[in-house]
Structures are given as C-alpha cells and as structure tokens.
C-alpha cells in the first residue's frame, strides 16, 4: 500500500447534506478499494484562483489514505463524471 493524498472542490451551491453524501462517496470509494484513511480535512469554502465551470467558490476537502495504485484511478474517474466536483486531483506521497 501507498500513501496518497487528494483534494477536491465540490460545488457551493450544494445543500449541506448534498455535500456530506459526496464526502462521505470519496470516502466509500477509498474504503472499498481496500484502502485506509488516514485524514479528513474539511478546508471549507474558499474562493477560487480562476473560474470553474462559471463558478468563483468552492468547498475544498483535503484526504489522506493509504491504498493500492487502483484508487487514485478510481477517485480521477469519479471526479471527472461528478457534475458536482468542480476539480479534483490525488498524488502519491513520497515516503
């Protein structure tokens, strides 16, 4: 197992409880690839560097987990379709 780290953007316009289920979808996604959470960091709402899909805020969360290689895959997918994740990116972190 490698040690990761992945943050996303999901979109202000969500409900509170709309954006709890996305957490709580990365979150299930990492778990059921055998993976291990390591932290959940809720940064909150923070304005963006430039516009997302015409939007200028979001809500960033920052995860670290230990997993195998099929996770980040499984994550970029998920970021990619989500209508609701404005971005998101993972990186492997150098032990």
Known sequence: ????ETIYILDMELTEEAR?????????IIEEGEGEILS??????KKLAYAIKFKKEGYYVYVTFKAGTEVPDALTRIYRITESILKGMTVKIED
């Open 20 to 28: 709890a289920l996305q957490i709580e979808k990365i979150k299930t």
């Open 1 to 4: 197992m490698r040690n990761y």
């Open 40 to 45: 959940t960091d809720e940064w909150g709402k």
